[in-house]
């Protein structure tokens, strides 16, 4: 899917022009089955008029072949329309949601503002489905609009006023349709919503489980999920009795219409104007006309509910990202120099500091929500509001994000593992990396070592055995600047200090960042920096800040 899809009409015209070769498929199959349908009645009438009534076995035996033949045909169209109208659905809806995956996994970010994780899977799901459907509900929406002509054509032959009734009638009746759809496309779009917060409000909870039974939360979380899921229930309801409307509606219109022109074909036939096969051929295509008007009302729910999908999904898709790339260019390689400026943005406050290459630093934010923003802007997650990062003398808002990443690799204190094995979670040469993180012994427990396969998000492995996997994938990226946030929060203190050790002397000679207040860690680095206040308020050797200062040890050591 193009960036250029703006709109949900431009999403909508994308998906069908990006198969419209499948859909123009389907369209000519479809119509070819719509248009043998309607010319079932028409031969009826001709047999019997010409056969029947003639007597003529061999006419009888040639119009019955020609009615088999129109039979064989249509039933092929159909097959084979459906088969290329579900494959352009399916195809549609796949590459929205590559679309929208991309979007959501952009450098730059942006995407998951103001929406939970969960109401992102539902667009990429839920959303870019229904928009594929409509794929598969034009062509037929294009048959029965041939199917409505063949008949007007068919009737136009039998009678000009049948004819001009069904061309005249059908126009102001798929307007009232249209019409109709309008409440059913707005309360979709509202069910759409309150699903997709629903789906974000359950993927969060779930995703804290532990944390909520930890702090005792369960009734509040259960209490605040009853609520939200009982507002997207009320909205599906909504929605559906739309539809119920909808399809109700429509229906009375349309049957409404059919009497009429069945009460039309009657009187002329009383009146002999036409003959008795003419009246069967007539009555027939009134039946018929039931097939077209059908999916005319199925073809208009679908594209009310797409439309709404569309709007959606291209909300998503014309997000800005957080951070926009720039021209500027690091040094290959990167030293790995790294300098604030000025920073402030959240919980920052002017932060000046300077680390040399090849430095391994350690700092200690007595707010957390400071160490957070911290790794934002080392990250480049986000840009400063005043001030500046640089790396090797370049600003990093001036950087494409991909290279910054490329140089400064930020390992989040919550990094998730991948469905795999453990090897595959790591990376490529990952033995000096497992032991420096103390992930060889979690491998040594595991009945296939390396190649034990991983569940997602690691929950085959214990807390502290995921965070030493995850600290020795940071590690074997081998970044020049590498910053990592408390890496050994659910370890014990002896394996604490072997992953100290061994990530100094892994990481020596490049910059290494620890936002942490373990005692451990910051014991191998070469200084620390004291964030307070969002401001840097100390630095020194830990040692030193220990002795000296009692916000240091009441941060570090209670």
């Given at each position: 899917m193009p960036a250029t899809a703006t709109t949900s009409r431009s999403v909508l015209r994308q998906a069908i022009s990006g198969q419209r070769r499948q859909v123009t498929l389907a369209s000519v199959l479809?119509?070819?089955?719509?248009?043998?349908?309607?010319?079932?009645?028409?031969?009826?009438?001709?047999?019997?008029?010409?056969?029947?009534?003639?007597?003529?076995?061999?006419?009888?035996?040639?119009?019955?072949?020609?009615?088999?033949?129109?039979?064989?045909?249509?039933?092929?169209?159909?097959?084979?329309?459906?088969?290329?109208?579900?494959g352009a659905s399916l195809r549609a809806a796949h590459d929205l949601r590559i679309a929208i995956s991309r979007r959501v996994l952009h450098p730059g970010g942006g995407a998951e503002n103001g929406k939970l994780a969960g109401e992102l899977v539902n667009i990429g799901t839920s959303d870019a489905q229904r928009v594929g459907v409509v794929n598969a509900a034009l062509p037929f929406g294009i048959a029965a609009l041939a199917g409505v002509l063949v008949s007007a054509v068919a009737l136009l032959r039998i009678s000009l006023p049948l004819g001009l009734l069904v061309l005249l009638g059908t126009p102001p009746l798929l307007y009232l349709a249209h019409l109709i759809g309008k409440p059913l496309e707005r309360r979709s779009e509202a069910e759409q919503e309150r699903s997709a917060h629903a789906s974000g409000v359950a993927t969060d909870l779930v995703s804290g489980l532990r944390v909520l039974k930890g702090i005792g939360a369960e009734p509040a979380a259960v209490a605040r999920y009853r609520d939200t899921s009982q507002n997207s229930l009320k909205a599906t309801l909504r929605a559906a009795r739309a539809k119920a409307w909808h399809d109700g509606a429509v229906l009375a219109l349309t049957g409404i219409f059919i009497a009429i022109v069945a009460l039309v074909g009657g009187n002329l036939a009383a009146s002999g104007s036409i003959s008795?096969?003419?009246?069967?051929?007539?009555?027939?295509?009134?039946?018929?006309?039931?097939?077209?008007?059908?999916?005319?009302?199925?073809?208009?729910?679908?594209?009310?509910?797409?439309?709404?999908?569309?709007?959606?999904?291209?909300?998503?898709?014309?997000?800005?990202?957080?951070?926009?790339?720039?021209?500027?260019?690091?040094?290959?390689?990167?030293?790995?120099?790294?300098?604030?400026?000025?920073?402030?943005?959240?919980?920052?406050?002017?932060?000046?500091?300077?680390?040399?290459?090849?430095?391994?630093?350690?700092?200690?934010?007595?707010?957390?929500?400071?160490?957070?923003?911290?790794?934002?802007?080392?990250?480049?997650?986000?840009?400063?509001?005043e001030g500046g990062v640089h790396v090797d003398g370049v600003d990093l808002s001036?950087?494409?994000?991909?290279?910054?990443?490329?140089?400064?690799?930020?390992?989040?204190?919550?990094?998730?593992?991948?469905?795999?094995?453990?090897?595959?979670?790591?990376?490529?040469?990952?033995?000096?990396?497992?032991?420096?993180?103390?992930?060889?012994?979690?491998?040594?427990?595991?009945?296939?070592?390396?190649?034990?396969?991983v569940t997602e998000r690691g929950r085959?492995?214990?807390?502290g055995q995921r965070q030493r996997v995850a600290l020795a994938r940071a590690l074997a990226a081998d970044a020049p600047v590498l910053v990592v946030h408390d890496p050994t929060t659910a370890v014990d203190t002896v394996t604490e200090a072997k992953i100290a050790t061994g990530l100094a002397r892994l990481r020596q000679g490049r910059t290494t960042i620890l936002v942490t207040t373990s005692p451990a860690l910051l014991a191998v680095t070469d200084r620390v920096v004291v964030l307070d206040g969002g401001r840097v308020t100390g630095e020194g050797g830990h040692a030193e800040l220990a002795r000296d200062r009692a916000d240091y040890r009441a941060a570090v050591l209670s």
């Open positions: 479809a119509a070819g089955h719509q248009g043998g349908e309607a010319l079932v009645p028409v031969i009826i009438g001709v047999v019997i008029d010409q056969a029947v009534d003639g007597g003529s076995a061999g006419t009888l035996a040639f119009w019955l072949a020609v009615l088999g033949v129109v039979f064989a045909g249509l039933s092929y169209s159909y097959r084979f329309a459906a088969r290329a109208a579900e008795v096969g003419d009246l069967v051929a007539a009555v027939g295509l009134a039946q018929f006309l039931l097939t077209p008007f059908l999916i005319f009302s199925w073809v208009n729910g679908e594209l009310a509910q797409g439309r709404a999908s569309a709007s959606r999904v291209a909300d998503l898709l014309t997000t800005p990202p957080s951070v926009e790339a720039g021209d500027g260019e690091l040094p290959s390689p990167a030293a790995g120099t790294v300098r604030l400026t000025g920073v402030s943005y959240g919980s920052l406050r002017g932060v000046d500091l300077e680390i040399p290459a090849g430095q391994l630093i350690g700092v200690v934010a007595a707010d957390p929500a400071a160490a957070t923003d911290l790794l934002d802007c080392l990250g480049r997650a986000v840009d400063p509001t001036t950087v494409d994000p991909d290279r910054v990443r490329e140089v400064v690799l930020v390992a989040a204190h919550d990094a998730d593992l991948f469905e795999g094995t453990l090897a595959e979670n790591v990376g490529p040469a990952p033995d000096e990396a497992l032991a420096a993180a103390a992930a060889d012994e979690v491998a040594a427990a595991l009945p296939d070592g390396t190649g034990t396969a085959s492995l214990s807390g």
